[in-house]
């Protein structure tokens, strides 16, 4: 084997690497010849050994931290007494418990939950119930919002080429442009948000009679952590109120303290009709979770089900999950950490060219590299250097759009870790050849 994502990793990590492509699906889009091996708190480790910081959490999965010791606990608990009960054809309390708990994290009007077993799932159920309960088959999203892969959810789905192609055809979506002010031809945000705004009322007034709902990501996330602005998202929820037309909020990555508010959509002043929720929820363990009024989930027995939904150990892990977050105000620390990571990457902005602009809420923060400031020529070769580069030195990143860098840390990080990690992501920005 003669090819590595980045630089040729230890002896056991090349081995496993090897079986790996031998036996997986090639469709996987690896980020780093990275073998993981184990992880606790902030850190991992590969199985050659070597520790890393982790600012990725694993896509924003591991909020509470790799291995929480309560989340294990609970785990542990309830192995003992069963896995899987199958809730969608019996009755259990740990499902119930589970929902009473979650629903004291949300606005009130959110009342009714279904559950599943990931995020494309909690959209294929969303997609399904603003249909089932509007008789209406269309819907609208983003120009590069990322909703699952399953093929409800990929229709929505417009953030790559390569997610889509080959798949149609796809359920009737109309996508419109999200306000991306940074690759905009607009000098002031505001007059992007009235053009977005203008395009998103336009296509919801066209369809309206065959228009079931519309679905926006609060925060913009394998698009390219995009924040759009406030005006925008409290625009669209008074044209989805003018027309009677459901409002999605895809909290897949956003939700779950990683903007500091519970709720990402929170941070516009702004509710949602159906609200989608997966990653943190299940504190590493799959769990999807889709939640709107009774009143909207009015599906009868046997229009929408799932074998797994209420898994009894994803469901005790989500509550460990959750009451850890409120205990240790994890939404709290996302912010003042967040706000501190902004600042500092901020201060990079003005000192290097490849770096062309910081934008995020909390710790869900994108850094999106360029060429150089001029052109705002995408910086692909650029970012991939810099990931390799952070890597070898010890920090763990991800990508998002074409040529973004997120940075979405376990949420219990502290302020020694985050000055440690952004200086490493600093060495290896300046690595990049003037």
């Known amino acids: 084997m003669s090819k590595y994502i980045c630089k040729k990793p230890g002896k056991k990590s090349v081995d496993i690497i090897f079986r790996d492509r031998k036996v997986v699906s090639s469709s996987y889009n690896r980020e780093y010849s990275f073998v993981f091996k184990k992880g606790k708190g902030m850190h991992l480790w590969d199985v050659d050994g070597r520790k890393y910081l982790d600012f990725a959490a694993s896509v924003a999965v591991n909020s509470v931290g790799h291995a929480n010791s309560e989340v294990i606990k609970a785990v542990k608990k309830q192995m003992k007494d069963g896995f899987h009960c199958a809730f969608p054809d019996f009755y259990a309390e740990i499902p119930v418990n589970f929902i009473e708990n979650l629903l004291k994290f949300v606005p009130k009007h959110l009342n009714n939950v279904f559950l599943s077993n990931s995020g494309t799932e909690s959209n294929e159920c969303a997609l ?11 819907l609208i999203a983003s120009d590069i919002c990322f909703h699952g892969r399953s093929m409800g959810s990929l229709s929505m789905t417009n953030s790559k080429k390569v997610q889509r192609e080959r798949f149609n055809p796809f359920l009737p979506v109309k996508h419109v442009p999200y306000p991306y002010f940074y690759r905009s031809k607009f000098e002031d945000e505001e007059d992007l948000s009235n053009h977005c705004l203008d395009a998103w009322e336009k296509s919801i007034k066209k369809l309206k009679k065959e228009l079931a709902a519309v679905f926006l990501e609060p925060i913009s996330g394998e698009g390219g952590y995009v924040v759009p602005p406030k005006s925008f998202v409290k625009g669209l929820r008074k044209a989805c109120d003018k027309y009677d037309v459901l409002l999605v909020s ?69 509550m460990a999950t959750l009451n850890y977050m409120r205990k240790h105000k994890l939404g709290d620390n996302a912010l003042k950490i967040g706000n501190y990571m902004m600042k500092r990457l901020n201060e990079m902005k003005d000192q290097y060219d490849v770096i062309g602009d910081v934008r995020g809420k909390g710790l869900m923060i994108g850094v999106e590299i360029v060429e150089d400031k001029r052109s705002k020529n995408y910086g692909i070769k650029e970012r991939h250097s810099i990931l390799c580069k952070a890597s070898e030195k010890g920090l763990v990143l991800l990508g998002c759009g074409n040529n973004v860098i997120r940075m979405c840390p376990p949420l219990i990080i502290n302020k020694k870790q985050a000055d440690y990690g952004l200086d490493l992501f600093e060495d290896a920005v300046k690595d990049i050849p003037k």
């Open 250 to 318: 895809d909290e897949i990555q956003a939700g779950c303290y990683r903007t500091g508010k519970f709720l990402a959509i929170e941070n516009y002043n702004v509710k949602a009709d159906i609200v989608s929720l997966s990653k943190a929820i299940g504190g590493g363990i799959p769990l999807g979770v889709t939640l709107a009024n009774k009143k909207t989930m009015d599906w009868i027995p046997g229009s929408h089900s799932t074998t797994f939904g209420g898994n009894l150990l994803a469901c005790v892990s989500g």
């Open 128 to 138: 399904k119930l603003a249909k089932w309960h509007t008789n209406k088959k269309w």
